[in-house]
């Protein structure tokens, strides 16, 4: 079965610098991997997907992430965080062609200080 | 493009109360999923459909849960006799299966709180 862990539960980072959320998953396949995020009361929007091809892909709002499949991880980026940024982080996997179930890290929660 | 709606956004209830939530899927989507989010949690898989059919449901959607998807389009979760221990976010989201890019998009969730 797969599995998601995301090791930081809060991150701080003030406004301008730069940003790195962690992901690590286990999946015994290609994984399918996404980054989404949940500001306080929403619902899930998300942010992008890595299904194959380049291992670095780019999502909205300036965020990237990059698949290094010998570390299994799919750690997001961003070079310079806006204080609309703060949310709730989440990193997911998928069990393959549809994905018909997505398992879902625990989050990682980013707090923008001025 | 409406998203993925659901309906209500909050219920409260009282414990052995049954309830019951919708999700509309966008339009063209033919998969539909029920997540449920605890606080301090991740989403977890309940139950997904393609069209009416219910195709897998998670060790977690106990008896006293059932989801349906009559016509292949909403679809509704029923919860009967509510413990206090359903109070979660029960979140919807729907996909297309065509191509190779299934990628789920949420709606806003339902807040469910017993008392």
């Known amino acids: 079965a797969q599995s998601v862990t995301q090791p930081d539960i809060h991150i701080t980072v003030s406004e301008g610098a730069s940003l790195e959320l962690r992901c690590n998953y286990s999946y015994g396949a290609t994984p399918y991997l996404f980054w989404y995020v949940q500001s306080p009361g929403q619902g899930l929007q998300l942010l992008l997907k890595y299904f194959s091809g380049d291992t670095l892909v780019q999502g909205i709002k300036g965020f990237e992430a990059e698949f290094k499949r010998s570390q299994s991880s799919f750690n997001l980026r961003k070079p310079s965080v806006h204080w609309s940024d703060a949310a709730e982080y989440f990193c997911?996997?998928?069990?393959?062609?549809?994905?018909?179930?997505?398992?879902f890290g625990t989050g990682t929660r980013l707090t923008i200080i001025p | 493009d409406t998203g993925v709606s659901q309906d209500p956004r909050h219920k409260i209830t009282k414990r052995g109360q049954n309830v019951t939530f919708r999700c509309d899927p966008i339009s063209e989507h033919n998969r539909l999923y029920w997540y449920r989010q605890t606080l301090g949690q991740g989403p977890e898989f309940l139950t997904y459909?393609?069209?009416?059919?219910?195709?897998?449901k998670s060790r977690l959607l106990s008896d006293r849960f059932s989801a349906e998807r009559p016509k292949g389009s909403f679809s509704t979760l029923e919860i009967q006799r509510t413990e206090q221990g359903d109070s979660a976010m029960y979140l919807c989201?729907?996909?297309?299966?065509?191509?190779?890019?299934?990628?789920?998009?949420f709606g806003p969730g339902t807040r469910l709180t017993v008392l």
């Open positions: 989201a729907s996909s297309s299966s065509t191509g190779n890019t299934d990628t789920q998009y």
């Open positions: 997911a996997v998928g069990a393959g062609f549809g994905n018909e179930k997505l398992t």
């Open positions: 459909f393609q069209n009416e059919a219910q195709l897998e």
